[in-house]
């Protein structure tokens, strides 16, 4: 028997489901905290937000980076992964954007996440910082517009769930 690369394990790994779309074993599940969970046009628009601010250096990746940049109080778009194992990894992160009035959104793969900040590695969580370290505010023409509309669709999210979790109601 050979060894088998990587990208035939990960192929071994695709099983086909009895509607006959493809999930990978494990990865289909989502954490229960996932919310804001962003729909499939939202979490595409946001990826390719992620991947132009990439180009320009304005993203913090990592869960170290993304908690030191919320208490130093830098102000962006927190992107996190929905599948996350385990979610305990993650968890305080939500609190503290809340806290400082940072938007969040989930999206449901780590993988993609990872993807579209050009690295090979899964993320977990990244903020996108317009205007880099400096943190001027002021987001590059390149991604301003597609960056604009996902903070606006992810603060609205939030305010919504913040309501219905005010009221008693967690909507699923």
Same mark, same amino acid.
């Given at each position: 028997?050979?060894?088998?690369?990587? =990208?035939?394990?990960?192929?071994?790994?695709?099983?086909?489901?009895?509607?006959?779309?493809?999930?990978?074993?494990?990865? #289909?599940?989502?954490?229960?905290?996932?919310?804001?969970?962003?729909?499939?046009?939202?979490?595409?628009? !946001?990826?390719? !937000?992620?991947?132009?601010?990439?180009?320009?250096?304005?993203?913090?990746?990592?869960?170290?980076?993304?908690? =030191?940049?919320?208490? =130093?109080?830098?102000?962006?778009? *927190?992107?996190?992964?929905?599948?996350?194992?385990?979610?305990?990894?993650? +968890?305080?992160?939500?609190?503290?954007?809340?806290?400082?009035? *940072?938007?969040?959104?989930? *999206?449901?793969?780590? #993988?993609?996440?990872?993807? +579209? /900040?050009? !690295?090979?590695?899964?993320?977990?969580?990244?903020?996108?910082?317009?205007?880099?370290?400096?943190?001027?505010?002021? +987001?590059?023409?390149?991604?301003? @517009?597609?960056?604009?509309? /996902?903070?606006?669709?992810?603060? @609205?999210?939030?305010? =919504?769930?913040?309501?219905?979790?005010?009221?008693? !109601?967690?909507?699923?």
């Amino acid at each position: 028997m050979g060894k088998s690369s990587k =990208k035939e394990r990960r192929e071994s790994a695709v099983l086909e489901d009895t509607d006959g779309d493809s999930a990978l074993l494990g990865a #289909e599940q989502l954490a229960p905290i996932a919310h804001p969970l962003a729909d499939k046009k939202l979490a595409k628009k !946001t990826l390719k !937000t992620v991947k132009k601010a990439t180009k320009h250096r304005h993203v913090k990746r990592g869960v170290k980076e993304v908690v =030191k940049g919320l208490r =130093k109080g830098d102000k962006g778009l *927190v992107v996190l992964a929905g599948n996350i194992s385990p979610i305990d990894v993650l +968890s305080h992160i939500p609190v503290l954007c809340e806290d400082n009035q *940072v938007p969040y959104i989930f *999206v449901s793969s780590k #993988e993609e996440l990872g993807g +579209s /900040c050009s !690295t090979k590695r899964p993320t977990c969580c990244l903020m996108i910082v317009p205007g880099g370290k400096g943190a001027s505010g002021e +987001s590059h023409a390149d991604y301003k @517009d597609t960056y604009d509309e /996902c903070f606006a669709t992810a603060l @609205d999210l939030n305010k =919504k769930l913040v309501a219905t979790a005010a009221a008693g !109601t967690v909507v699923a």
